[in-house]
Structures are given as structure tokens and as C-alpha cells.
């Protein structure tokens, strides 16, 4: 089919339409000076689309029922960067002061998985503090509001390279070594995957689980929101701990400034008050 011409220039009224519907479905605060970003890389996808122009693909995403093109354009707009033992102070802390204190079923939800290196990891750590037959006592919820990165994620296979700051046993111990054309490639042990559940959700909609966590994982989200949106979630994730549970965050995050249920621990470390 031949190409269409196009017109690729974000115009003012574009940037407001894109930046209110990513702001209205998922939170994400586009301010100004943030042209450049939507230029680049929607832009993309208006060529990968054939569309004439960002009013047509806007127009295009709203018609889809589906809710597909929207995920795609909120996946284009943010970064799924992660990796395994990312931020690594977590996991220790996890290890060394939480896990002592757990008793019975360890609930933990890894509220931004990406393609599930993050739930993966606080897996590996607890296991390497409890051993394997503490399996039938995790469960972890991984969710993401992308379907793209949740697919990566249930494949659970990952490049040799990804495991590069991580103990070097852990491959060995947590992973299936691929051979021949997958050689190079691991492959999460199925012991390990049964522990974790991968769910799309959406946190700026109410989530009721059916039991309360002891810790969340929210690294690294905040950054996309302002300060109501970002006050509004820290206060619906509350609702999801157990009273004297954990919340974790980035190391560029912070609750300071906002109204919420908890105590500061240590940098990006909060608890629930009790």
C-alpha cells in the first residue's frame, strides 16, 4: 500500500488533546516542554500507521473500543526500563529487615513489573533468605498497565547480559540455560514463575485485593505524575497494605509534600502506620 503523506508537526491544540487523554486515563502528567517527546515518539507510530496527521491518529486511538491503541500510545509515552536487582538497597532491606518479620503467607505486589525482572528478582531474594520450600508460602502480584511489557513478562526468558549485577549463582539456581538457537537466553524455572501472577491494571483505578500485601514494590512511577495524582495513588496503595506493611519507591521518588498514612524509614522506604 503506498504511503500517505503525512503532516508529523505536534501542533499546540495536538499536544494538549494527547497530554489530556494520557492524563485523564493513566495519570501521566505531560507538562510543557514535553512537545519534543510526543513529537518523536508518536511520530513513529503515525508513520508506522499510515495516518496523515496526530489528529488522525488521535482520532484513531479513541475509536479504537478495544482500549488496544490507547495502551500502545501510553507505552510509547513512557519508558519500561528495568532490570534485574535494580536498585539493589531494596532487596537487601527486604531480605535483612522485612523478611524476619514475616510470618506465614508472604503476600508482596510489584505494582510496575515492566517485563518482570522486578518481580523476579524479589522472588530470587526471598528465596535465597528462606530456601526453596518456603515456595508454598509466596505469592506475588505483578501488574503493569502495559500490554506489551506484561506479555515479555509471561514469557519469563531473558538474556544472559540481563543477570550482569546479579550474584553469579543466581542463573545457575533460579534459570534454565538455553542451548543451541536459545543459547545465550534463560528461562525463569517453572518452581518460580508459579509464584509470581502477572495482571494488566491500572493504578490510577481501585484495586481491591482479596488480601491485604505486606509490601509493595511502586518504583519509579511517581515520576510521571504531579503531586495530586501522585498523593491520590500513595494513599490507594495504603489501602491495599496490611497495617505495618511496606511501601517501596524509587530512589528519585520521595513522599515529601504529600498527605499520606505513612512513616519515612529510610530513603525510598515507607511503613503503614499501624
Known sequence: MASRPTNELLSPRDFDRISKLAFETAGIDLREGKQELIQARLGKKIREGNFGSFREYYQHVLADRSGGELIALLDALTTNFTS???EPAHFDFLRKS?????QGPIRIWSAACSSGEEPFTIAFSLLEELGMPACNRISILAS????????????SVYLAERFSDCPPDWPRKYMLRGSGRSEGWY?????????????????METFH???????????NVMIYFNKETQSQLVNRLAGCLAPGGYLLIGHSESLTGLQHPYEYIKPAVYRKRS
Not at 522485612?98 to 514475616?102: D, F, S, T
Not at 503493569?144 to 514469557?155: C, E, K, N, V, Y
Open 84 to 86: 534485574f536487582l535494580r
Open 98 to 102: 522485612i523478611v524476619p518479620e514475616l
Open 144 to 155: 503493569d498497565i502495559s500490554t506489551r511489557a506484561l506479555t515479555a513478562a509471561g514469557r
Open 187 to 203: 528461562l525463569v524455572k517453572p518452581a518460580i514463575r508459579r509464584l509470581v501472577e502477572f495482571r494488566r491494571l491500572n493504578l
Open 209 to 219: 485485593p482479596r488480601q491485604p500485601f505486606q509490601v509493595i514494590f511502586c518504583r
